[in-house]
């Protein structure tokens, strides 16, 4: 599928470089809070905030419909309409339009397997990442605390959100951006081959998607630091800033 034009907006200017930040499955530029692009600007970033492919002000491809996700998950990839590629390629396009040339690509969970994937597409065109809640695979049994999963398919919940999902936009496009991180290839191996700094920020009490996933980031990249966030659950909440703000000081340095 061919890259697609972004809703996108620039919200400060910084002297060190730009961060773009990439939202979540199912939602939009406005889940990070007002307050983080203070944090980022007085840190001398410059923060863009866009909305993925099937979400918020951009391209949605409601006619796609539901991809067959039994067949997906079962191996058969190509039955997804797009990938995590895809949707980096996207973001590409946003560096492009805005004239960025290098950016620290901030992802929160599907946001930050995005920014994975720019990173490996276009490696000069990032100076840096910092991953939240995120995970450098595509298994589902890699992705999903099976404890959390077991909870979200009981009593027959999984054929019930499909269904609803045929007459309800906003899920479909959730399933469909599911599917593309289950239809993209395994990309682990390739991290090491990245030079940039990276910053993973991972919930100690993520029921979603298990802290062993920033863990294994961490041990592929040769330029990286962890931090395991208390008390925190999946994405991007009020505490993580607190916890983070010391270790966004690193990572602009790195990046200076």
Same mark, same amino acid.
């Given at each position: ?45 410059g923060v863009v905030r866009l909305d993925l492919r099937d979400a918020g002000r951009s391209p949605h491809l409601d006619e796609l419909g539901i991809p067959p996700v039994f067949d997906v998950l079962a191996g058969r990839r190509e039955q997804a309409p797009y990938t995590l590629v895809d949707m980096a390629e996207d973001v590409v396009g ?47 049994? /890699? ?9 979200? $398919? !009981?009593? =027959? %919940? *999984?054929?019930? +959100? #499909? ?25 682990? /191996? ?9 910053? $993973? !920020?991972? =919930? %100690? *009490?993520?029921? +979603? #998607? ?44 790195? +990046?200076?």
């Amino acid at each position: 599928m061919p890259a697609l034009e972004l809703a996108w907006w620039r919200t400060r200017e910084g002297p060190v470089a730009d961060a773009v930040l990439v939202h979540g499955t199912g939602g939009s530029n406005e889940d990070f809070p007002g307050s983080l692009d203070d944090e980022l600007a007085a840190l001398g970033l410059g923060v863009v905030r866009l909305d993925l492919r099937d979400a918020g002000r951009s391209p949605h491809l409601d006619e796609l419909g539901i991809p067959p996700v039994f067949d997906v998950l079962a191996g058969r990839r190509e039955q997804a309409p797009y990938t995590l590629v895809d949707m980096a390629e996207d973001v590409v396009g946003v560096l492009d339009a805005g004239g960025i040339e290098r950016a620290v690509v901030v992802g929160v969970s599907l946001g930050g397997m995005v920014a994975q994937q720019v990173a490996l597409a276009a490696p000069d065109r990032v100076a840096g990442l910092v991953l939240v809640a995120s995970s450098p695979s595509p298994e589902v049994a /890699d992705l999903v605390d099976p404890a959390a999963l077991e909870h979200a $398919l !009981g009593g =027959g %919940a *999984a054929t019930e +959100v #499909l269904d609803r999902a045929q007459g309800a936009p906003t899920l479909a496009r959730a399933v469909r951006q599911l599917m593309a991180i289950v239809a993209t290839d395994p990309w682990l /191996d390739r991290l090491a081959a990245l030079e940039v700094p990276c910053l $993973l !920020g991972h =919930g %100690a *009490a993520d029921r +979603v #998607l298990r802290p062993v996933g920033a863990v294994r980031t961490w041990g592929a990249l040769r330029h990286a630091r962890a931090v395991l966030l208390a008390g925190v659950e999946h994405g991007w909440s009020d505490a993580v800033l607190p916890q983070m703000r010391p270790h966004l000081a690193w990572l602009v340095e790195q +990046v200076r």
